[in-house]
């Protein structure tokens, strides 16, 4: 059965402040690791797709990396705005559906 | 271009009443889904349509049934809501790989 692990649940940083977020997964075979960022009220919003081990992709501050276990949305010098809740998503080469991790809140305060 | 629009946005139903969730995308695209979210859990798929005129289930699809009317348009029926219904519907379109939502309907289940 496939499964999308995020941690932590919840994430509390200061302006400035740079981490990383968790995605652990298991499928059959991975089609594609996506991650998505969900502000309150709104749907899912597409942030980007990963194919390989080793591939990396940036946007602003934000940069997800993926292995053959797990994938890190790293977020260097977060502002007040980055503050969301970021989802996580494989899909299986098999199912061709997303399997849903349930999701780190980040919280960035000035 | 409106992307993912889906109505109503809100809804409130007594148990035993029916409803369908509409949803419509003005991109083209072949592949449509819908998911539930709920707290804690991420997001679940129902049931999704590779292309006009096929649907399948996925992973929670009892109690729901589909309707891909057209290429643009995939609504969502409950024949008979239940308290286990409350939560949050999304509806996706996908191009190539990546799949884009709309802003989701909040449904009430008394």
């Known amino acids: 059965e496939d499964q999308v692990t995020q941690s932590p649940e919840a994430l509390r940083l200061q302006e400035g402040e740079s981490s990383s977020l968790n995605c652990s997964y298991t499928?059959?075979?991975?089609?594609?690791l996506f991650w998505y960022r969900q502000d309150p009220g709104k749907g899912p919003e597409f942030l980007f797709t990963?194919?390989?081990a080793g591939e990396e992709k940036e946007k602003e501050r934000l940069k997800a990396t993926l292995t053959k276990k797990e994938s890190f949305l790293h977020i260097t010098a977060p502002k007040p705005e980055d503050s969301a809740t970021y989802l996580c998503?494989?899909?299986?080469?098999?199912?061709?559906?997303?399997?849903f991790g349930s999701g780190t809140r980040l919280q960035v305060q000035p | 271009n409106a992307g993912v629009t889906q109505t109503p946005k809100f809804q409130v139903l007594k148990t035993g009443q029916s409803m369908t969730l509409q949803c419509a995308q003005d991109?083209?695209?072949?592949?449509m889904y819908w998911y539930r979210q709920d707290p804690g859990m991420g997001l679940r798929l129902i049931y999704y349509?590779?292309?006009?005129?096929?649907?399948d289930k996925g992973e929670v699809p009892n109690g729901y049934n589909v309707s891909r009317l057209n290429k643009r348009e995939f609504s969502l029926r409950l024949e008979s809501a239940a308290p286990s219904q409350t939560s949050v519907y999304f509806c996706?379109?996908?191009?190539?790989?990546?799949?884009?939502f709309g802003p989701g309907t909040r449904l009430l289940v008394l």
């Open positions: 996706a379109s996908k191009r190539e790989e990546t799949q884009y």
């Open positions: 499928v059959s075979g991975l089609r594609g």
């Open positions: 990963l194919y390989s």
């Open positions: 998503a494989a899909e299986d080469t098999g199912r061709r559906a997303l399997t």
């Open positions: 991109m083209n695209h072949n592949s």
């Open positions: 349509s590779a292309s006009e005129g096929t649907t």
